[in-house]
């Protein structure tokens, strides 16, 4: 069972995902050739089978992904911050662990990522700080970054005032919001 939500923060509004039906729209169009009509020759036959193999569990990925975006949310319950975006990505950040808040603009490697402007998901690595968990409406600027034990989570909330008013009597009493 799960403990009671005190407080729930939606993330800050984003435009991320048009950057995500981009890429879907793009995977999607790029195998269209393999359904096209009429016969098929034999030495093609196992190359369509590999692009199927390959770009349907892409796609419904990121439909997934897209589908999911609305969902995104912040709780906050009596013992742990809650971040999650739909099924897919869930993080849960005991306030135990936490060991400081800071609002921060991080540094993006090439590496990829779940992670485009307006959107970053998941396990996302950058320059200055190595691998963060995004669950944020934003890649870099801006970001709520809570270190909690040895991992990052960024977040994005739409109201961080209310976020942070919420969060800190929850926090243990030696830690403190910063701001760098």
């Not at 390959?54 to 319950?77: G, N």
């Not at 996302?124 to 909690?148: E, F, N, Q």
């Not at 990052?152 to 800190?168: C, I, S, V």
């Not at 926090?171 to 403190?176: I, N, S, T």
Request: with cysteine; hydrophobic share 50%; net charge positive.
């Amino acid at each position: 069972m799960s403990a009671p939500v005190l407080a729930t923060f939606k993330p800050a509004r984003s435009y991320g995902w048009v950057w995500l039906l981009a890429i879907l729209l793009l995977v999607a169009a790029s195998v269209l050739p393999v359904f096209r009509l009429g016969d098929i020759p034999p030495d093609e036959r196992i190359a369509i089978w590999i692009t199927i193999a390959i770009m349907v569990p892409l796609i419904a990925f990121l439909l997934a992904t897209l589908a999911s975006i609305p969902a995104m949310r912040y709780d906050l319950t009596n013992d742990e911050l809650l971040l999650s975006c739909g099924p897919l990505y869930r993080y849960r950040v005991p306030y135990a662990e936490v060991s400081d808040v800071r609002r921060t603009t991080l540094t993006p490697t090439l590496w990829s990522s779940m992670r485009m402007p307006g959107l970053a998901l998941g396990g996302v690595m950058y320059a200055d700080i190595g691998t963060v968990k995004m669950c944020a409406t934003r890649m870099s600027r801006d970001i709520l970054l809570v270190t909690a034990g040895k991992r990052r989570y960024g977040l994005t909330p739409a109201d961080e005032a209310g976020f942070m008013a919420t969060l800190a009597p929850l926090l243990p009493p030696q830690q403190h919001a910063t701001e760098r």
